[in-house]
């Protein structure tokens, strides 16, 4: 028997008018228009996160001045909880609903509108009635002033740039718009138009993007052996700092810093981002952990898995810039080094497993705070480690037959074309061992659910390479701090790592550095110049507007310095294996 709610999400029409009076003051005005409706009462909510961003952002919080009417008649539209306003609808088959949004946060998950331009991330933009997520909704877009383009995946109704479609909510939410004056340039590549949208300006060179960009594309379709979209937005604000990727089912958004573009170093961390947030459009957006999709937007979506689909796209964003050929071996070694240090100095590393990080990421990886160094570690850094030991763990055992590539393409297969569902833990680790052709209970029991060091030279001996510590053979003392010296030349803790001198014998964040041994501080890198291990100190600090002397017993810096190098005379196999992972 269909109810009278499926009825409505069936019949309803459902259209937004997206307006900016007053985009110089951050605001969007909404109207929301709803016809056919055939229901006694209507909910309408806001979502409270984005997914790709494993956060609860309460974007309601920007919401004013809601109203809602039949024809010209107000009706009541109380607010019922956080992110919920209730209409009566009884007897009233259309009504038209009247808010604005502020948005003034620059990052690639949250909207931001200025007289320039608008980025409007689609979850903090958008009510939706309740029951209603697979229903259409037409957006018209009026510009401010002389801006002139809308950029976003969502396609156009009669070839009007100013009015999409999206064929229902889910889409909705997953489609970025920029409006503005942004400059437009793009390429096609295997029957897929890619549509590179630049705001703030830049020292980017078009065409040389438009070359490498494309390379980038076609090396990451080559893995899964298709791409699924017909067209493909780069949405990226330019700023004089900026970065990060927040990746969509047929587009992306990307911060970068405007002037970074002419240097090999900021070039090549571009080519990564933009290979890391087009690697998700597989690898998340449609492969992708069992919970995550059809999505709660009400509430949090838990996953152990985030180190699969956000760390493998971490290492995937090395490899294929790697394969692209535009930069040299040891510029991908770089970036493994990287990884591997920023791991390895942390003291979180043995409190917390990736799979833990995973499932506490809407908790603790986007609200960090003095002490998560200390008892956390990031999913995608160690997530992108895994990743590398387990392509070379299948290349090895397959003796270059198989590799990582083979277990995306043919999950993705499986699971979204086949199946057409997420994936569970336990399937994806049986991807693993097809290839890998032997059980990995002990790799996950170490290093997915467990806390075990990970054997570096394993892995990459696999390939006839090893790691060295560059700081092995160093006696330096180290107090454990990080600090900010401020404008005023005060010398702020910001950190202090668990195990060290500073962590043992009490300085906190937030004291300021005075003085050690009785001589002023004046510079934090220079701190205890001179020290050894063993040495003791007197640290002054001031604490909450008192001095505080505190004596402090040097400790041997405990940081690594990883690099990596080949083997003395690698074998047969050994170059094997580094020509297929390395594409030499």
């Known amino acids: 028997m269909t109810t009278t709610i499926s009825k409505a999400a069936n019949t309803a029409q459902i259209t937004y008018n997206v307006s900016f009076p007053e985009a110089q003051a951050h605001y969007a005005d909404i109207e929301m228009h709803i016809t056919g409706l055939q229901q ?27 109203s809602a009417e039949a024809g010209s008649k107000a009706i009541a539209s109380p607010k019922i909880n956080k992110n919920t306003w209730q209409i009566v609808t009884k007897g009233i088959s259309a009504i038209t609903v009247k808010y604005r949004v502020y948005a003034f946060e620059i990052s690639v998950r949250t909207s931001f509108i200025d007289a320039s331009h608008a980025f409007l991330s689609t979850t903090g933009i958008f009510i939706y009635p309740t029951n209603m997520l697979h229903s259409p909704a037409t957006i ?106 927040l990746e969509h089912l047929s587009s992306t958004v990307l911060g970068a810093s405007r002037d970074s573009y002419a240097n090999d170093k900021g070039y090549q961390s571009f080519l990564g981002l933009v290979a890391h947030e087009h690697f ?4 998340v957006k449609r492969l992708r952990p069992i919970v995550l999709g059809p999505f709660d937007y009400d509430t949090e979506n838990y996953t152990t898995n985030l180190w699969i689909a956000e760390g493998f796209t971490e290492y995937y964003q090395g490899i294929i810039v790697r394969r692209t050929q535009l930069f040299p071996v040891q510029n991908y070694f770089d970036v493994l080094e990287s990884e591997f240090n920023i791991l390895e100095n942390l003291p979180g590393k043995d409190l917390q497993t990736v799979a833990e990080s995973s499932f506490d990421a809407w908790i603790k990886a986007y609200r960090p705070n003095e002490n998560s160094n200390n008892t ?42 086949t199946l057409k569902r997420g994936y ?79 962590y043992i014998d009490g300085i906190n964040v937030n004291d300021e550095i005075t003085a050690i041994d009785g001589t002023p501080a004046t ?58 992972w390395l594409s030499l």
Not at 280 to 283: D, G, I, R
Request: charge should be neutral; charged fraction near 25%.
């Open 40 to 66: 006694n009462t209507l909910e309408l909510k806001m979502p409270v996160w984005t997914p790709g961003s494993y956060l609860v952002r309460e974007f309601a919080k920007n919401i004013e001045s809601f």
């Open 140 to 245: 018209h877009i009026k510009p401010y002033k002389n801006w002139d383009k809308v950029s976003t995946s969502l396609e156009m109704v009669n070839n009007d740039p100013f009015t999409r479609l999206s064929p229902n909510f889910d889409i909705l939410f997953d489609s970025p718009i920029e409006v503005g004056n942004q400059d437009v340039f793009g390429f096609d590549a295997s029957g897929v138009h890619y549509e590179i949208c630049m705001y703030g300006g830049g020292n980017y060179d078009k065409e040389k993007l438009k070359a490498d960009i494309h390379k980038v594309v076609d090396q990451e379709a080559a893995v899964f052996g298709e791409n699924p979209n017909k067209h493909y937005v780069f949405i990226v604000h330019n700023r004089q700092r900026n970065g990060g990727g």
């Open 280 to 283: 998700h459009l597989w690898n």
């Open 376 to 417: 956390t570690i990031s999913y995608y850094n160690k997530g992108a480690i895994i990743g590398m030991m387990i392509d070379l763990e299948i290349i090895n055992s397959s003796k270059g037959k198989f590799s990582l590539d083979d277990v995306m393409k043919y999950m993705y297969t499986q699971y979204y074309k």
């Open 424 to 502: 569970t833990d336990a399937e994806f680790k049986a991807g693993f061992e097809k290839f890998a052709g032997k059980k990995l209970d002990d790799f996950y029991a170490k290093y997915i659910n467990g806390l075990t060091p990970i054997d570096y030279n394993k892995y990459l001996g696999y390939a006839g390479y090893k790691v060295v510590d560059e700081l092995a053979d160093k006696n330096d003392a180290a107090l454990g701090i990080t600090t900010v010296t401020t404008a005023a030349k005060k010398i702020i803790v910001t950190g202090v790592q668990r195990g060290t001198s500073a």
């Open 523 to 580: 510079d934090a890198a220079a701190l205890i110049n001179g020290k050894n291990p063993g040495d003791k100190i007197q640290v002054t600090v001031t604490r909450d507007g008192q001095a505080i002397i505190l004596p402090v017993t040097l400790l041997k810096s405990n940081r690594v310095k990883y690099n990596i190098v080949t083997v003395d005379s690698p074998t047969e196999q050994q170059l094997a294996v580094r020509k297929k």
